[in-house]
């Protein structure tokens, strides 16, 4: 077992050593460990030290075979080591010179390189400022930038430092700092833009009135210009305008006229110098703080957030500026500055639509016109129902007319303000109405209801140029006098004027001629048919207006109306539109003027009446008279005698009223005579009494005879007293046989006798019979009387009788 394992042993040291004999020296740690490692190493370096004299005696014998060339090699290496040690000699020399001259060429050497590494530094500190000065002249420039407020070049400035400047530096701690204050900046830029966008819209909202002022200027001069284009071209086109005769559009009216007053003007552009240039809104506005603010925001990806701002406060300003002020209605100025400032409001708008993109679009302008079109008619029919001057009313067309044109010519659909502005027209015609309503009635109250006298011919001719008279006979001699009153002139210059208003509230609406004419005729209509007719019944209503008043009233009237068909004419001049137009409104003058003579014709008959009333009221008949006086009753002759001096001054009438009057003037007197005979209070009745009532009569017969008034066949006018004369005689020639037989027959001669009158009247003097005569029944020509009357009486009753069951 021993043996064994001293032979493996002995193997493995073996190996080991030859391992050792060939393997690189830097290797052997690994193999000498692993002989270390074992337990027998001793063993080991007793092989190693056999196996080292072995190679010692195998160099020796090497050795000993080439040991004379070994001698050899010796000595020629001797010989080498002494010129070697020459040859070091020789280098130490040439070494110590080469040193020597060297010394200079270092120095200059550390030098050049010293040299070349400033100019290497300086080179990259050149490349470096050449990247960093842009930057830090960009960054000055944007602080000069920011200086003056040129915000949005700041922020390309900006822009492009960040982008491409600022990337190409090293993180130097300026560019680290320009890097960080960059974003404060941009939001200062945001802030200043937003501040002055503010004042912008101050601004704008305090000089909106300024901006709409100036553009209805130019709309005024513009819509100037081209009437007077027109005209030109009319002139040259040989149009000629009809004029009504001798009176022109623009002449002058009497201080009567409502119209009279100068027109304020719609802005007061006459009293400029009309060479004086009027600016526009662009000259008026700086609209550069928008447009900063607005490429500002863009450049900073914010433009809807400025859109949103700039649209929600302008619409703010839009809902302050159409609310009207509580007094607008007072004056002119209220209104003018109300469109004003609601004109400068969408012209800004307007401008600011077409300079910018998307700022504000058509929808957003549409939106905010609608609702300034509802809100400014809204408060146009309120504040315009306060308005009771037609001046005013007229004026506020024209600044309507203004404004609407104005703002149709920035594209803004106007045609609902020529809508309301026919509204207005109403409202101005009825203002119109009520001011020519004033205007009458101060005619009529001044008017002293007398013929117009003239001393000469320009007297004649004042008279004549107001109003279409034509007389022969007056054209001869002076003096003399029109048959009419002054009302007559007057009240048909005034419907003139009326006329020219209403044709100046016509103007520049968009009308045609055929519009404008009917509307003038409805207006004219109604000023006849409604304002003066109202007039002149009042007029003729009055308590202290006579009969002579009247009598002029129904002469006036008659004139007025033949001069309608001048009223026509005098329309169709001004309006171009002849009177056979198949649409044409006919003036109702003629009927108008018909209905107030009438209404004073049969004032007349009451007047008439009335003064009949008032003389029979002086009447004082003694009913128990025995006999008459001989002659008529005294307030009948006066009676008589009012009746024919009136009558007279009728004979300017149409002979139908006169002799309508005067017969309805008799009638009334036979009546209310009959009604004194039958007074119940009337109880008894001698035949003196009634023989003093027949003269009395016959005075009126007398009157009807005499034909006080021309035009009467033969005894028409006696017809009125029939009754009072059949009854009469009747009672005085006591013909009762007569009348009892032929009653009912056409042809009786008591036709007109009614029984019933008849039996009141005899039974007053059956009274009279028994009570004046204490003594009739004792004499027989009483006692048969007394029996006639009972028997008359008593077939009168049965006559009533027969008569009311026949019925």
């Known amino acids: ?210 901006i709409g002022e100036t553009a209805m200027k130019q709309a005024h001069q513009q819509r100037n210009l081209d009437n007077i284009v027109s005209q030109q071209h009319k002139i040259g086109t040989g149009k000629k305008v009809k004029k009504d005769g001798g009176i022109s559009f623009d002449a002058e009216v009497d201080n009567t006229s409502p119209m009279s007053e100068q027109d304020s003007g719609i802005l007061d552009v006459e009293d400029e110098d009309d060479e004086e240039e009027v600016l526009s809104a662009q000259d008026l506005v700086d609209f550069s703080p928008v447009y900063r603010c607005l490429h500002i925001y863009t450049a900073l990806g914010a433009q809807d957030t400025f859109e949103n701002y700039y649209r929600k406060q302008r619409k703010k300003q839009a809902r302050l500026v159409l609310q009207p002020p509580s007094n607008m209605h007072e004056t002119l100025d209220g209104y003018r500055r109300y469109f004003n400032q609601i004109v400068g409001f969408f012209v800004v708008e307007d401008h600011i639509l077409h300079t910018t993109q998307r700022l504000v679009n058509r929808a957003y302008i549409d939106q905010l016109w609608e609702l300034a079109v509802s809100k400014t008619m809204s408060a146009l029919r309120t504040h315009s129902s306060y308005c009771s001057d ?49 205007v009458f009635r101060y005619i009529l109250d001044l008017d002293n209801y007398s013929a117009i006298p003239v ?26 006098k029109f048959p009419f009153s002054e009302f007559v002139p007057k009240v048909y210059t005034q419907i003139k004027e009326f006329i020219y208003a209403c044709l100046k509230f016509s103007e520049d609406l968009h009308l045609s001629s055929t519009e404008v004419d009917d509307m003038i005729r409805k207006s004219t209509n109604l000023l006849l048919t409604r304002t003066l007719s109202n007039c002149l019944q009042n007029v003729i209503k009055k308590q202290h207006v006579g009969l002579t008043e009247l009598v002029q009233i129904i002469i006036n009237t008659t004139h007025l109306e033949r001069s309608c068909k001048f009223l026509e004419e005098f329309i169709t001049n001004i309006t171009n539109v002849p009177p056979e137009t198949i649409h044409a409104t006919k003036l109702y003058g003629t009927a108008t ?98 023989k003093q009532f027949n003269m009395d009569i016959e005075e009126c017969e007398h009157f009807a005879r005499s034909g006080p008034v021309p035009g009467f066949q033969g005894d028409t006018l006696q017809l009125a007293f029939i009754d009072l004369r059949q009854l009469l005689d009747l009672f005085i020639q006591w013909d009762w046989s007569t009348y009892l037989a032929d009653y009912g027959q056409p042809n009786c001669k008591y036709l007109r006798v009614n029984p019933t009158t008849a039996l009141i009247l005899l039974d007053k003097m059956k009274d009279t019979s028994r009570k004046n005569n204490v003594f009739a029944q004792f004499r027989k020509n009483e006692r048969d009387k007394q029996k006639l009357i009972d028997t008359v009486a008593k077939q009168l009753r049965s006559l009533i009788h027969s008569m009311s069951h026949h019925h």
Request: contains cysteine.
């Open 455 to 480: 001393s000469s011919e320009e007297e004649y001719m004042r008279v004549m140029g107001q109003f279409p008279f034509h007389d022969p006979e007056l054209e001869n001699s002076f003096p003399k």
């Open 1 to 210: 077992m021993a043996e064994a394992e001293s032979l493996e042993t002995a193997s493995e040291h073996e190996r080991i050593l030859r391992e050792i004999e060939s393997t690189d020296s830097a290797c052997i740690g690994p193999t000498l460990r692993s002989v270390y490692d074992g337990e027998e190493h001793w063993r080991f370096m007793e092989k190693l030290e056999a196996r080292i004299r072995n190679h010692d005696r195998e160099i020796e014998k090497m050795c000993n075979f080439h040991f004379q060339g070994f001698v050899d090699s010796i000595t020629e290496l001797l010989k080498v080591r002494g010129e070697a040690q020459k040859l070091k000699i020789q280098v130490t020399d040439t070494n110590n010179q080469l040193q020597e001259s060297g010394k200079e060429l270092l120095t200059e050497m550390e030098e050049l390189r010293k040299c070349r590494s400033q100019q290497r530094n300086i080179a990259a500190t050149v490349d470096q400022l050449t990247l960093c000065l842009p930057v830090l002249e960009m960054y000055s420039k944007l602080r000069e930038q920011l200086k003056t407020k040129r915000h949005y070049p700041a922020l390309k400035t900006m822009e492009h430092m960040e982008h491409t400047f600022l990337p190409r530096v090293n993180p130097y701690r300026f560019c680290t700092i320009m890097v960080e204050d960059i974003p404060r900046l941009r939001e200062e830029i945001k802030e200043v833009s937003m501040s002055d966008l503010k004042d912008f819209l101050e601004s704008i909202r305090k000089h909106s009135d300024k």
């Open 390 to 438: 037609p001046n005013l009313v007229l004026d506020l067309k024209n600044l309507l007319v203004l404004f609407a044109d104005t703002l149709q010519g920035y594209g803004f659909p106007v045609n609902q303000y020529f809508d309301m502005l026919l509204e207005i027209r109403d409202q101005y015609g009825e203002i119109l109405l009520k001011k020519w309503s004033g």
């Open 593 to 690: 003027f018909k209905d107030c003579r009438h209404a004073a014709e049969e004032e007349i008959y009451t007047k008439l009446n009335q003064k009949i009333d008032q003389f029979l009221q002086l009447a004082d008949y003694d009913w128990m008279r025995a006999e008459h006086n001989g002659h008529a009753s005294d307030y009948l002759v006066d009676l008589i005698a009012f009746l024919r001096s009136t009558f007279a001054v009728f004979t300017h009438l149409p002979g139908k009223v006169a002799q309508t009057a005067c017969m309805s003037a008799c009638k009334h007197l036979s009546t209310s005579l009959l009604q004194l005979l039958l007074d119940t209070e009337v109880k008894q009745i001698t035949m003196g009494a009634l």
